[in-house]
Each structure stands twice: as structure tokens, then as C-alpha cells.
């Protein structure tokens, strides 16, 4: 799978930029990556509910909301409530990511745990069983263009590792400094979802970008049953 993210697009167009990454059934985006930043919890302020509300209306992409901000056991489950398909927060923000995993999911959403790239996974397995999707962060979360971190690609394969041995049951899905140079070796190592910005909104054509980065997906883990 792969969700580009509008954090590298235009923010005056951003109905334009969801339907940029269309592209033809099977080829396209699979899912649009939002960003919400509140300058608290991360230092950028991005967009937020109103944002996503509006967004949602406008694309019938599943929209991915990662929630870089502080208390999101109180404004998490708006987002879902807003229609997102799958709303992520961060274990070093979550208060009580247990029962915030079983509110979002009740109110419609798929919960998703993301871990800044110096958290480590393990004091965390148990919390990740009540979780969909696991994002792991190959940037320090607050703006987008940074340069990847490949240590955290050992983070990755842990997590594949547990996946496909049956003690997590979750998508696996990195975001930072995703791009041609670096989306093979994370393939490799068992990302299920891949987060683009500035690789996808910073091409002449978003569409063919994605498409580009799906090939190249393949053809580096065919293992895992990927298609371009």
C-alpha cells in the first residue's frame, strides 16, 4: 500500500492533490496520509479536524490520519467520527492507548500506534495487540523532507517478524524520508504501507510517481506477494 502525504502538497488545493494521486484502479494511491501537527507535541502546526472534515468530502480516498499531538485520548475519536479510515497516535502522547484503541475502533475508524524512532518496540507488544496499524516513524515527527534513518529499519523487521509469526496482528507502515533511494530497503526489511510527501507532491506527476514507487516495491520484496 501507498499513502502519500499532503503534508508535501499544496495546502490551498488540497482536493486537487487527493485526486493528483488517483491514478487508474490498482495503480493509484491506496490511501491519503494527513498530517495533524498542533506545535505542542511536535514543533509545526499543520491542519486539524475541520481540515479533514472538508477533505473527507472532497476525495473517496481512505484518509490516514496520524495525530502527531498532545492528549489524543480527547480529540482521536473526532476524526474517526469525521470518517477517516484509520487514525493513529503516538504511544509517548496516549494517556490510555488500550481503551483509546477500542474507542476509535467503535466509532468506525481502524486504530493505529505510531513510535517516534528512538521508542523502542518490545515494553510496547502488549499494547499492540489491541492496534490495526503500527507506524514507524524514520524521522523525528514534526516536518516533512527529513533524511531517512535506516536504523529504525531493525524496529521494521522485529515487527514484521511478530506479525508473521501470529502474536501481532497489524499492518506495517513507515513514514519519513520515503522516496526512490530509500523504499526498496524498507520493503525489504517488511513494511506493509508506505508514507510519501515530497517523493509523490514534489514530482511533475503525482499519479506516475506512485505507480513508479509500487514497481519498485515489487520488484524488491516479491516474497511478499506485492504487484505493481
Known sequence: MIA???????????????????????????????????????????IGLPVVTSLRAATDLPLDCHLMIDDPDRWAVGYAEAGAHNVTVHVEAAKDPIALAKDLRAAGAKAGLSMKPGTPLEPHLDVLRHYDTLLVMSVEPGFGGQEFMPEVLDKVRTARRLVDTGHLTLLVEIDGGINTETVEAAAEAGVDCFVAGSAVYGA?????????????????????????
Open 204 to 228: 511533475d506527476r503525482p499519479d506516475a510517481a506512485v505507480r513508479a514507487m509500487r514497481e519498485q516495491i515489487a520488484a524488491a520484496a516479491p516474497h511478499r506477494g506485492w504487484s505493481a
Open 4 to 46: 502519500p502525504s499532503i503534508l508535501a502538497a499544496d495546502f490551498a488545493r488540497l482536493a486537487e492533490a487527493a485526486a493528483a494521486v488517483r491514478g487508474e484502479p490498482g495503480s493509484g494511491a491506496d490511501w491519503l496520509h494527513v498530517d495533524v501537527m498542533d506545535a505542542h507535541f511536535v514543533p509545526n502546526l499543520t
